[in-house]
């Protein structure tokens, strides 16, 4: 079963930096639309930003000028560079993917998250 594996997570002072890093777990075909989202504690999972193969990119107004999506259509892979972190960005951190567009959070595939904690 195809599964996308998350890394790069951890605890990390308010104002550092963390990068997170998403991978199919086996060779697939390509995935065209990722997704990295959030779900802090007792909140709703929300977006965080979405990168599709052609490098078009959106994010969540939260994170704009201080996170970057990034993909790697040769490795089938997505990163997120999280600079100049704030403890309300504290959330447990999915990566998704899909060969096609989709709405409302729809990816065949999603990762098993990865906890971020910044601290004040």
């Known amino acids: 079963q195809v599964r996308l594996v998350e890394s790069g997570g951890g605890l990390v002072q308010a104002g550092g930096s963390l990068r997170l890093s998403c991978a199919a777990s086996r060779s697939i075909f390509r995935i065209n639309h990722w997704g990295w989202y959030r779900q802090a504690p007792g909140k709703q999972r929300e977006l965080v930003a979405r990168?599709?193969?052609?490098?078009?990119?959106n994010y969540a107004d939260s994170v704009k000028g201080r996170f970057t999506i990034s993909g790697d259509n040769v490795k089938n892979t997505v990163s997120l560079q999280m600079n100049s972190l704030k403890p309300e960005d504290t959330a447990v951190y999915y990566c998704?993917?899909?060969?096609?567009?989709?709405?409302?959070?729809?990816?065949?595939?999603w990762g098993q998250g990865t906890q971020v904690t910044v601290s004040s």
């Open positions: 990168i599709t193969s052609g490098g078009s990119t």
């Open positions: 998704a993917g899909d060969r096609t567009a989709v709405v409302d959070q729809r990816y065949d595939y």
